[in-house]
Each structure stands twice: as structure tokens, then as C-alpha cells.
């Protein structure tokens, strides 16, 4: 095992993500792999925030969208999230590694508030520490609050685990001479409107100088692959 890249990360895991091939719900054989590689990772001595989304229960705009209010809509979404982090949390306790969960919104029978301070504490102790209910205001995406977590607790990079392996430039489904970036700079994303992260989420890891690896969780080993400096996926920096 090679030394690692990072001190301490920000892995935003798409609530998509942990619903396997079923699309919606969640996937245990997923959460499992996903899980052993966090494992993995904080062997290696990495510290590990994870931030994770709402998608395989609900969006608060696609399926609320025209028939509920958007504000009741998101924080539909943002109970989503907090469903995703009691699985992960589980899972990662049965495997025998610490984990704290906290809330943007409070729900204090389930989880700790989020506590900046405390969060660092976790950290260096090793604990695995994740962040539910997004940035705890509507209107805003997991992305965003993976950008804004890792702000906070001073991570090194954000590794922005898909279902896709990488920044392309244009929808690889959809056009056979889409190319894959190896690098781009936050400015290209923007300006080509590209599928990273939503815009918001872009811009505040471009004034943060955070720089953001985009890779498929497909194989939750490139967690590992990324965190040993291997250039998989693609990097979007200054
Ligand atoms: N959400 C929100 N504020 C936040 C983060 C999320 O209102 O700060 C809501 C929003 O409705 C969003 C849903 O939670 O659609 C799930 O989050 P997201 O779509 O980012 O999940 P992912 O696509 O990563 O699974």
C-alpha cells in the first residue's frame, strides 16, 4: 500500500450511488464496498468526512416537482439524506470502525447536531464523520454541502464518487466523440456548463481553491486509487 495523498477528505457519495442497479433504495452489496473501502482509507491513516446525497429517495425538484411546494419538497430530501447516513453509519460501526453522524437540521434522538469543532474532533480521532441533511437549507444540493463541509473542516480535495468516471465533454451516452478531461479548471466548468456539480457547488470550491476529483464509485476501490495519488477520473482545479 502506498502512502496517501490527503490528511483529510470529503467524499461525497451520490444517494444514487448507494442504490445499486434497482435505481432507488438502497443496495447493502453496495453499501458494503463502499464501506470497506472508508475502512481501507482510514487505515491508511486518512481522515474521512462523507457527505452523502438524497437521490435514491427523493429530490426535492424532480419528484416533487409542479405538485408539492419547493421548500417542503427539499426538505423531503434532506430526511433523504439523513436515511442514506444511518445506513452508511451502520454498516461502518458493523465493520468495526468508529462513526459520528451529523445533522444540519437537528434530529437529536438519531444523530449529533453538526458541530464544526466537534466534527474536527472526530476526525483526528480517527472517527469517520457523516454530515445529513445537506447544507440544511432548501434550495441548495449535496454538492453544495460537500463543498461547504469541506471548506469548514479543511479538507485537502473532495472526491466526488459518480456513477460516471469522469468530466466529459459532452454526455458520453448521448455523443460518440465526447472526450474525457484528465484536468479542467473550475472556469471551463462553468463556462461549458459541464456535469460536475451544480453550479453553486462549483464556484464555492473554486473560491475555497478546493480542488475536486470526479471518479465512478462503480468500483469503490478508486477511493483507495485516488487517496494513493493513481490518476483516475478527472481533477478540476485552478
Ligand atoms: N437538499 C436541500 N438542501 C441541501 C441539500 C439537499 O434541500 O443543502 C434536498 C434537495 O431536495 C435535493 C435532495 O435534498 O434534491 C437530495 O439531495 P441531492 O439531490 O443533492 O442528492 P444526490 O443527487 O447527491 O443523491
Known amino acids: 500500500m502506498s502512502?496517501?495523498?490527503?490528511?483529510?477528505?470529503?467524499?461525497?457519495?451520490?444517494?444514487?450511488?448507494?442504490?445499486?442497479?434497482?435505481?432507488?433504495?438502497?443496495?447493502?452489496?453496495?453499501?458494503?464496498?463502499?464501506?470497506?473501502?472508508?475502512?481501507?482509507?482510514?487505515?491508511?491513516?486518512?481522515?474521512?468526512?462523507?457527505?452523502?446525497?438524497?437521490?435514491?429517495?427523493?429530490?426535492?425538484?424532480?419528484?416533487?416537482?409542479?405538485?408539492?411546494?419547493?421548500?417542503?419538497?427539499?426538505?423531503?430530501?434532506?430526511?433523504a439524506t439523513t436515511l442514506n447516513c444511518l445506513a452508511l453509519a451502520d454498516v461502518l460501526e458493523q465493520m468495526g470502525v468508529e462513526v459520528r453522524v451529523q445533522t444540519a437540521i437537528e434530529m437529536r434522538a438519531f444523530a449529533e447536531p453538526y458541530i464544526r469543532s466537534k466534527a474536527i474532533r472526530h476526525l483526528?480521532?480517527?472517527?469517520?464523520?457523516?454530515?445529513?441533511?445537506?447544507?440544511?437549507?432548501?434550495?441548495?444540493?449535496?454538492?453544495?454541502?460537500?463543498?461547504?463541509?469541506?471548506?469548514e473542516i479543511d479538507a485537502d480535495v473532495i472526491l466526488l464518487a459518480k456513477n460516471i468516471d469522469g468530466v466529459y465533454s459532452a454526455d458520453p451516452n448521448k455523443d460518440p466523440t465526447a472526450v474525457k478531461y484528465d484536468s479542467i479548471t473550475y472556469d471551463d466548468v462553468l463556462a461549458?456548463?459541464?456535469?460536475?456539480?451544480?453550479?453553486?457547488a462549483t464556484s464555492l470550491s473554486m473560491d475555497n481553491k478546493i480542488p475536486v476529483i470526479l471518479f465512478a464509485l462503480k468500483d469503490p476501490q478508486n477511493i483507495i486509487r485516488v487517496l494513493e495519488g493513481e490518476k483516475i477520473g478527472t481533477i478540476v482545479k485552478e
Not at 469517520?128 to 447544507?135: D, L, M, W, Y
Open 3 to 79: 502512502e496517501p495523498q490527503y490528511k483529510r477528505v470529503l467524499l461525497k457519495i451520490s444517494g444514487e450511488a448507494l442504490a445499486g442497479d434497482a435505481g432507488r433504495g438502497l443496495d447493502f452489496g453496495v453499501i458494503g464496498s463502499v464501506c470497506q473501502a472508508v475502512k481501507q482509507a482510514i487505515s491508511m491513516g486518512v481522515q474521512v468526512g462523507i457527505v452523502v446525497g438524497g437521490g435514491n429517495f427523493w429530490r426535492g425538484v424532480k419528484d416533487g416537482g409542479g405538485r408539492m411546494e419547493r421548500t417542503r419538497a427539499d426538505h423531503m430530501g434532506m430526511l
Open 124 to 151: 483526528e480521532k480517527g472517527r469517520v464523520v457523516i454530515f445529513g441533511c445537506g447544507t440544511g437549507n432548501p434550495f441548495f444540493s449535496t454538492d453544495t454541502a460537500a463543498v461547504l463541509r469541506a471548506a
Open 192 to 200: 461549458q456548463h459541464l456535469q460536475v456539480m451544480d453550479s453553486t
